[in-house]
């Protein structure tokens, strides 16, 4: 039986083929149509999902009357989109929906992914139909719902909001505030605290509604950052403490778009004895949630799931080509389904060079300040990084330097890194690269970014790297 689970019709469309309840394909649908952040299946992805054959039933992760309704209180101009129903059948697609909650599909992609039987779930969202916050119980494969917070009460509009008044792209450049929270100090946190929030945990109360931005006077957008940064731990540590204490579950899953916040995730660690972040905690991994909250069943999180880009490639030439000081693209096997690129549609280069980051930068058309992550042979991990884990394969975690200024490349501001680990089994070309890049050099990581310029999903298949390489000149293989 195949079955699609769906997100569409909001940000970050994405698609999942579940054969028999095992998840066998997933994509974004803006690696097809090259649109950052398309909310809608392009027409390219659908036809590739259908060489896996037509789907029995979709799964979708929404409930489009409950959305309407919030979309209607909120005077949202999307209220116009059609329905789910109509909308697939505009693609050819006719076939039963079940509608999955949004939260419930957060909340599963990051329990039925973990390898907890038993859990505290945190969703730490934007806004689904009305729901913002959620907490949930996770035993086998039981979710309970504890606790929800709804709209206008947001941590994730603050954040969003604050991401617009930064001059930045709300819903896509949070990630940017984060890593320029690094270059400030929280010397705003307190007034933000005195004028927004009312906190009663576990509940967190906003005095604003913030959905369609702010107005703040600040004279240091880099101070700025760093105190809503600040504040946003706060909260969220606040609160899973809350729970943690009334529960006695010493486990923690986490997802929702805020859950990309790799500093907060990292603080929950001194929290939890263990923690788990859904890979693609943002809205596109629901299309993935969905399916697992309608199957009730744990699989192992895999995210090479995409477009299969299927050519050999020359581990010597890489090499060869980063021991010069050039950096490569990778554009091979299977692409990834999530934020990060891990391997397979990458941007690589030698972490050791003092000007590498301005140099990629530059390629990627992106702010100087912006730092990059490392992907390290995962034996290797504690050589360089301080970490009471022996494993970060989804960049969903940061970590102390412990080497000085040997890796400037991949070394932000605060002396940390968003670290991947890359292990023997990973399903990614990056691993022999790696290995072989040791073997030459007696460096175990190389810096590892997203294979695209600022504004533009990843590289997906042969002509968006040729199209890349035309752009910018760095060869990919």
């Known amino acids: 039986m195949i079955s699609w689970g769906v997100n569409a019709i909001n940000h970050d469309a994405s698609l999942t083929i579940f054969n028999d309840g095992i998840p066998i394909f997933a994509s974004h649908s803006e690696r097809f149509s090259q649109t950052k952040n398309d909310s809608l299946l392009d027409e390219s992805l659908i036809e590739y999902a259908l060489t896996y054959g ?32 109509s909308y697939l059948n505009q693609l050819g697609i006719k076939t039963n929906i079940t509608y999955i909650n949004h939260h419930h599909a957060h909340a599963a992609g990051a329990a039925y992914t973990s390898p907890f039987n038993e859990s505290l779930v945190f969703v730490f969202d934007g806004i689904g139909e009305f729901d913002t916050i959620s907490v949930w119980k996770s035993n086998n494969l039981e979710l309970t719902q504890l606790h929800k917070q709804q709209y206008p009460h947001s941590l994730g509009l603050f954040y969003s909001a604050f991401t617009k008044l930064l001059g930045l792209k709300p819903n896509e450049e949070e990630f940017i505030l984060m890593g320029m929270a690094a270059y400030g100090e929280p010397v705003y946190k307190q007034e933000l605290y005195d004028r927004f929030f009312d906190i009663q945990y576990p509940n967190i109360f906003l005095k ?16 700025l950052a760093a105190s809503v940064q600040d504040i946003y731990e706060e909260i ?29 995730n990292s603080h929950y660690r001194s929290l939890f004895k263990n923690v788990w972040v859904y890979p693609n905690a943002g809205d596109a991994g629901n299309s993935y949630g969905a399916g697992l909250a309608y199957f009730k069943q744990k699989h192992v999180y895999n995210p090479y799931m995409g477009y299969d880009l299927k050519r050999e490639i020359n581990i010597d030439q890489v090499v060869d080509l980063l021991k010069k000081g050039k950096p490569v693209g990778i554009a091979n096997r299977k692409a990834e389904f999530g934020p990060r690129a891990l391997g397979n549609r990458s941007l690589i280069a030698d972490p050791r060079g003092r000007s590498t980051r301005e140099n990629v930068n530059l390629i990627k058309r992106r702010e100087k300040f912006r730092p990059f992550a490392p992907a390290i042979l995962e034996e290797k991990f504690h050589d360089v990084f301080i970490s009471k884990i022996d494993s970060s394969r989804f960049m969903n975690y940061t970590f102390k330097n412990k080497t000085g200024n040997e890796y400037p490349g991949i070394t932000h501001r605060d002396n940390t890194s968003r670290v991947q680990t890359v292990s023997k089994e990973c399903n ?39 199209e890349f390489n035309l752009q910018t000149g760095i060869t990919v293989l």
Request: hydrophobic share 40%; charged share 25%.
């Open 54 to 85: 037509k789907p029995d039933q979709v799964i979708w992760s929404d409930r489009p009357v409950l959305k309407k309704v919030r979309q209607i209180v909120t005077r949202d101009e999307r209220i116009f989109d059609p329905l789910p129903k």
């Open 208 to 223: 604003e509604n913030l959905h369609l931005g702010v107005k703040f006077n600040h004279s240091n957008k880099f101070d």
């Open 236 to 264: 969220t540590f606040g609160l899973c403490n809350y729970f943690k204490v009334h529960y006695k579950i010493d486990n923690a899953c986490f997802s929702g778009g805020c859950a990309l916040n790799c500093v907060a």
């Open 428 to 466: 990614t070309v990056l691993r022999p690269i790696l290995e072989e890049w040791y073997r030459e050099t007696n460096v175990p990581l190389l810096l590892n970014t997203s294979l695209n310029i600022k504004g533009m999903p990843l590289v997906n298949t042969f002509a968006d790297a040729h």
